[in-house]
C-alpha cells in the first residue's frame, strides 16, 4: 500500500508530502501521517524548519466528506491543527490548486503560507451546511480583517491568491512546482527570509458592526440564513481564549454535523457526481470540434449559448432571414447577460460571437460532429428535420433532439443511423441552467452516450442518463406531482398559500408561480397532446385551460394565476376565484382548509410517488440521480437533498400509510408503488439501493 505522508529531508531543512489522490482529503491515513511525519522530525536535531506540500492536482482539498457521519477516528484534524501549530520547528505550507476547508486550516496552524500562481483558498464548509471545525474560525480572524473572514466563513467562496496575500491570508506567492518550491520556501523560513509566526498567538480584533450587519442579515433570511448564522456565531467566540473559542467552534461543528442541512447538502454534493457512473463511462466520446443547432428559439439559442461560451463553434439553423435576426439577437443578448454576470470577460465577447454563424442554409451542417435539434415539439416536425439531417450530416456525426418528452426511439426510427440518434434534454434558461438529461434510447451506440456526458462536462453541467418514455425522468415525474396542486386547489386551499407553504419548504418559487413564468400555454398543449391518452378514472381540473382561453398565458400576457403590474408587483388574478367556484359547484366539491404542512406532505408525497416508479422502471439507474434532476433542474431545495434523499428521511413505511390515507379520497392517483411498498416491508432506504447500484 503506498503511503499517503512521506518525509525528506534535505541537509537541515525537511520537506513533508501529501499524496492523497484525488484532492488530498484529509482522511485518517493522511491524518496520522502528518502527525507520524512531525513526530520524527521533531526530534530530529538536524532539522532546522520543514515545509508541507501536496502532491497530485491540488492542496488538501478539505476533510474527507465521506467519513462524516461515521464515528471519528483519532487523530481528528482539529488536533492535527494543533500539533502541527504547536511544533517546535517553523513550518510553511505550500498551497496549489484549492486549498479548500480542512486544508486551508492545515495551512492556517501552519506558520506560514506561500501559494502557487493560480492556487484558490477558500472555507467551503458552509455549501455543506457545516462551518469550518479545525480552527478556521479562531484563525482566520487573526491574519485577516473582519469583513473577509465573515465572507470567507459565511459565503463559501474561494477567493484567489493575489486576494489571500492582499487581504493577509497568505504570506507570498510564487512560480514553480511544488515540490521545488517546498525546499526553497523551507530554507527561507530557516534563514529568517520568511516569517514565522505562531497565528493563535497574534491578537484578535473583530468588527462589532460588520458582524452585527452580518447577524442581522442571516437572521433576517429566516430557515435560509441558519447555516451562514451558525458559522458566524463561531467567528464571534474568536475573540476568547483559544482554546475556549476552538470548543466552541468545535461544539457548533458537531451541531451543524447532525444537521438536516448538512444531510442534504452532503447528498447533493455526491449526487452530482455520482450521476456520472454510468454503464456506457468506459466507451471513448467522439470528438466534437463543430456543434449546429436547429431553432433560434429561446430553447436553440439557449443552448448555442451554452455551447459558444464553452469555446465551441455553432451553427445555428433558422427558416427565414427574420428569424435569423431574431436568433442572432438574442444570443448576443445572451453573451451580453454572461459578460455583466462576470461569466465571460469583455475581452473574450468579440472572439466568442465571431465563432456563431446564424444561417437558412441546413448543407452548412455538413461538417458538424454535433447536431442539436431544438425545433417544435410534434413528431411530424421532428420527423422531418432528423430526415434532412440525415442526408446532410456526415458519417459519425451525432445527431441530438432536445424533445422535453416526445420518444427518442420514434425519432430515431426517421434516419439510417439510429446508432447516433439521442436526447440531449437541456432546461430553460439553456446557457444558465446546470441539468442536461442524456436520453438513451434503445439503439444509441455507447460512445454516443459518453459523449454526451463528455459535453455535458465541457459545458460545466450535471449529465443524468434517462431513459425513454413519456417526459423521460423531470418532466414526467412534474407531470404527475402538478396535478397534486390543482387537486389541492379545487379542494379548498388557496392556490397562493400553496405557492407560499412551497417557498416556505424552501423552493424558489410556487407551482403557480413558476407556471406563469414558463407560460401556461406550454401545458395547455401538453395537455391537449394528452388528452386522448388520459385515463378515464383521472381526475381533472379545468382552471388553467379557462385562463388560457381568456388568452392569459402569465407573465408574457401580463396575466395568468396573478396579475402582474408594471411595478414589478403581483396581486391575484380576480377571474381564477371565480373559475375554481364554478368548478367547485359543477363538480359538487364544498371547499376545506389546508394547513401548510398538509400542502407540503401532499405535494413531496406525489413527487416521491412518481419518483418513485422512474427507478422502479429504469428510466432512472439510481434514486440519486432522480435527486440530481430535481436539484439541478427543478430547483428544489438543496439543503432537502433532492426528493428521494427527503423520502428516507420521512421513512417509506410512512409514505406507504400516507398514500393509503390519501387513497380513500382519489384511488386512481394515490396508488403505493411496487418499489416504496418493499422498501417498507423490507425496513430499508433508497440510500441503501444507491449503495447497491
Ligand atoms: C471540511 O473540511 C470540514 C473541516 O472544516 C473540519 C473537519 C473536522 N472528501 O469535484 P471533483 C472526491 S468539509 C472526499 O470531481 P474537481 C469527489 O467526490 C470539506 N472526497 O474534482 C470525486 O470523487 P469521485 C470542505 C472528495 O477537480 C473526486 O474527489 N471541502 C472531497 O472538479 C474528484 O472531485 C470541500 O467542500 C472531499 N473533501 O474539483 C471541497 N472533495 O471521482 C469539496 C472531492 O469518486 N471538493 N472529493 O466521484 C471540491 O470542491 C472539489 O472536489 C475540488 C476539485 C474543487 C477540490
Not at 489571500?164 to 521545488?180: C, F, H, N, S, T
Request: net charge negative; glycine share 10%.
Amino acid at each position: 500500500m503506498t503511503q499517503v505522508v512521506t518525509f525528506e529531508k534535505h541537509g537541515d531543512i525537511a520537506t513533508i508530502c501529501i499524496d492523497n489522490p484525488p484532492v488530498n482529503a484529509a482522511g485518517h491515513a493522511m491524518r496520522q501521517g502528518v502527525v507520524d511525519a512531525l513526530d520524527a522530525l521533531e526530534v530530529d536535531s538536524d532539522i532546522k524548519a520543514i515545509a508541507l506540500y501536496c502532491a497530485g492536482r491540488t492542496f488538501v482539498a478539505g476533510a474527507d466528506i465521506r467519513e462524516f457521519g461515521k464515528p471519528s477516528q483519532p487523530p481528528v484534524l482539529p488536533d492535527v491543527c494543533n500539533r502541527i501549530e504547536a511544533c517546535s520547528k517553523p513550518i510553511v505550507a505550500i498551497l496549489h490548486g484549492t486549498a479548500l476547508g480542512g486544508g486551508l486550516e492545515v495551512a492556517l496552524c501552519c506558520h506560514a503560507r506561500v501559494a502557487q500562481k493560480g492556487a484558490k483558498v477558500g472555507l467551503p464548509e458552509v455549501h455543506l451546511g457545516l462551518l469550518p471545525g479545525s480552527g478556521g474560525t479562531i484563525r482566520l480572524p487573526r491574519l485577516t480583517d473582519t469583513a473577509t473572514t465573515i465572507k470567507m466563513v459565511t459565503g463559501g467562496a474561494p477567493i484567489s491568491a493575489e486576494e489571500a496575500l492582499e487581504k493577509g491570508v497568505i504570506d507570498r506567492i510564487v512560480d514553480g512546482d511544488p515540490a521545488q518550491t517546498a525546499v526553497e520556501m523551507a530554507k527561507e523560513l530557516r534563514d529568517g527570509k520568511l516569517n514565522a509566526r505562531v497565528t493563535r498567538d497574534i491578537p484578535v480584533e473583530l468588527d462589532a458592526t460588520k458582524i452585527a450587519s452580518a447577524r442581522a442579515k442571516f437572521s433576517a433570511k429566516g430557515a435560509g440564513g441558519a447555516v451562514a448564522l451558525r458559522a458566524l456565531r463561531a467567528v464571534e467566540s474568536a475573540t476568547k481564549p483559544v482554546d475556549e473559542a476552538l470548543a466552541d467552534e468545535r461544539a457548533l461543528f458537531i451541531e451543524a454535523l447532525a444537521s438536516e442541512e448538512h444531510h442534504g447538502l452532503k447528498h447533493a454534493f455526491f449526487a452530482e457526481r455520482a450521476v456520472a457512473n454510468i454503464p456506457e463511462a468506459k466507451a471513448t466520446a467522439r470528438e466534437i470540434n463543430a456543434v449546429g443547432v436547429i431553432g433560434g428559439g429561446t430553447m436553440g439559442s439557449g443552448i448555442a449559448t451554452s455551447l459558444l461560451l464553452a469555446g465551441l463553434p455553432v451553427t445555428v439553423i433558422e427558416m427565414a432571414e427574420e428569424r435569423v435576426a431574431f436568433a442572432t439577437k438574442t444570443i448576443t443578448a445572451n453573451l451580453q447577460g454572461a459578460v455583466s454576470r462576470g461569466k465571460l470577460s469583455e475581452a473574450a465577447f468579440d472572439a466568442t460571437i465571431g465563432r456563431l454563424v446564424v444561417t437558412t442554409d441546413m448543407q452548412t451542417l455538413a461538417g458538424a460532429d454535433l447536431v442539436i435539434e431544438a425545433v417544435f415539439e410534434s413528431m411530424e416536425v421532428k420527423h422531418d428535420v432528423f430526415g434532412k439531417l440525415d442526408d446532410i450530416c456526415k458519417d459519425g456525426a451525432i445527431l441530438a433532439s432536445n424533445t422535453s418528452y416526445l420518444n427518442i426511439d420514434k425519432i430515431a426510427a426517421a434516419v439510417k443511423r439510429p446508432q447516433d440518434v439521442i436526447g440531449l434534454h437541456f432546461f430553460s434558461p439553456a446557457h444558465v441552467m446546470r441539468l442536461l438529461e442524456v436520453v438513451v434510447g434503445a439503439e444509441t451506440a455507447d460512445d454516443v452516450v459518453a459523449t454526451g456526458f463528455a459535453l455535458a462536462k465541457r459545458l460545466r453541467k450535471v449529465a443524468v442518463r434517462a431513459g425513454v418514455c413519456d417526459g423521460f425522468i423531470g418532466n414526467r415525474i412534474l407531470a404527475h406531482y402538478a396535478r397534486s396542486t390543482g387537486y389541492m386547489m379545487m379542494d379548498g386551499a388557496d392556490y397562493e398559500q400553496i405557492d407560499n407553504a412551497l417557498v416556505e419548504f424552501g423552493a424558489a418559487m410556487g407551482p403557480f408561480t413558476v407556471g406563469d413564468l414558463s407560460g401556461l400555454d406550454i401545458g395547455w398543449a401538453e395537455r391537449k397532446r394528452r388528452a386522448p391518452l388520459r385515463p378515464s378514472q383521472e381526475r381533472y381540473v379545468g382552471v388553467a385551460d379557462k385562463i388560457c382561453e381568456a388568452g392569459d398565458f402569465g407573465r408574457k400576457t401580463g396575466k395568468g394565476y396573478y396579475v402582474y403590474w408594471p411595478d414589478g408587483s403581483k396581486t391575484k388574478n380576480p377571474n381564477v376565484a371565480k373559475y375554481i367556484a364554478e368548478e367547485q359547484v359543477a363538480k359538487g366539491i364544498t371547499p376545506r382548509s389546508f394547513t401548510n404542512a398538509e400542502i407540503v406532505d401532499r405535494y413531496i408525497t406525489a413527487m416521491i410517488v412518481e419518483s418513485t416508479r422512474v427507478v422502479e422502471e429504469g428510466i432512472a439507474l439510481r434514486p440519486i440521480d432522480v435527486d440530481a434532476v430535481f436539484l439541478f433542474g427543478y430547483g428544489f431545495p438543496r439543503h432537502r437533498g433532492g426528493p428521494l434523499c427527503y423520502a428516507d428521511r420521512i421513512g417509506a413505511a410512512n409514505l406507504v400509510e400516507r398514500i393509503k390515507t390519501y387513497a380513500h379520497e382519489d384511488p386512481f392517483y394515490w396508488q403505493v408503488p411496487k418499489l416504496l411498498q418493499k422498501l417498507a416491508d423490507d425496513n430499508t432506504t433508497f440510500a441503501d439501493l444507491n449503495k447497491e447500484r
